[in-house]
C-alpha cells in the first residue's frame, strides 16, 4: 500500500508490566497506521522518575516486539528531552502564561477547592503574589510548580477550541474547567499535559489513538497546541478494557501482565485475539 501521512503513536508510561489493555491500544494504533501505510510510532512517557522503571521500559520493547506490533524509527525515551520541554515552558513564560505556584497538595485540599475533572481546582493562591513575594520564595530556594494561568491562555488562545474525535465529529473543548493546570511539576521539570502535547507536534502525530479516560484532558492539550502554534492531530480515545466483574484494566489492580500469559503458554496471535 502507499505510504500515507497518517502517523499514529502508543505512548505508555513505564510504571509497570503491560496488561491487555496496552495490548488493546497499541493494536488500535498499529493496525490504523500499517493498515493506510502510514507510521506508527513507539514514545516512552517516562518523565516521573519516582514511578517510571528502566527495567519496565525493556518490558514494553520486548512484549511489543513478541506481539509483532513493529514501530517506525526510534523509539522516543521522554526523559532525554527535558531541555526541549524547557524550551517550551520558557516560550510561554515570556508570554507570561505561566506563573510558579509554591502550594502542596495538603494547602490546597484545606482551601477547600472545588473538584475538577482531574482532582481539586487549584483555588489560584499562587496567582496573586507579587513579584516581591515570588522573588523572595524562590531564592529561599522553596520549591515551586509552574502552572498556566487559564484566563491568560484563553484569552492568548485563538479560540473556540474543539477537535475532531473520530465516530463523532468535532466536540467543544471547556479547558477553563480544569483551572490553572500545573505544566511543569515540583519534582519534575515537566509535565504529562506538557510533553505529550510537545512530543506529538515534534513527531508529526496525526492521529492520537488511546483510552478513553484521556478524553476529557483533551481539551487541554488542545490549548497547549493553540497556545504554541502546533497542528491539531485528531483523536480517536477507545473504551478500556475490563475484568469479568466491569472493573477497569490496571496495573495497580493487578490486571495480568502480557509476559504472564506468555508465560502460560499463550501465543502472540492468541493474546491479540482475546483484546
Ligand atoms: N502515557 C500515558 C499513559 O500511559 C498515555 C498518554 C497518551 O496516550 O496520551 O497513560
Known sequence: MAATGIVTRFAPSPTGYL???HAYSALAGWRAARAAGGRFL???EDID???????????ILEDLAWLGLDWDGPVRI???HFAEYR??????EARGLLYPCFCTRAEI???GAPQGPEGPVYPGTCRHLGDAARAARIAAGAPYA????????LAAAPGPLSFAEQGRGRLACDPARFGD????????PASYHLCVTHDDAFQGVTLVIRGEDLLAATDIHRLVQALMGWPEPAYAHHRLLTDPTGRRLAKRDGAQPLRALRAAGLSPAEVLAMV
Open 19 to 21: 496488561h491487555l489493555g
Open 42 to 44: 513507539l514514545r516512552i
Open 49 to 59: 522518575r519516582t514511578r517510571c522503571r528502566p527495567e519496565f521500559t525493556e518490558a
Open 78 to 80: 521522554q526523559s532525554r
Open 87 to 92: 524550551a517550551t515552558l520558557g516560550a510561554l
Open 109 to 111: 485540599a484545606a482551601a
Open 146 to 153: 509552574l502552572r498556566l494561568d487559564m484566563a491568560a491562555a
Open 181 to 188: 493546570v500545573v505544566l511543569a511539576r515540583k519534582d519534575t
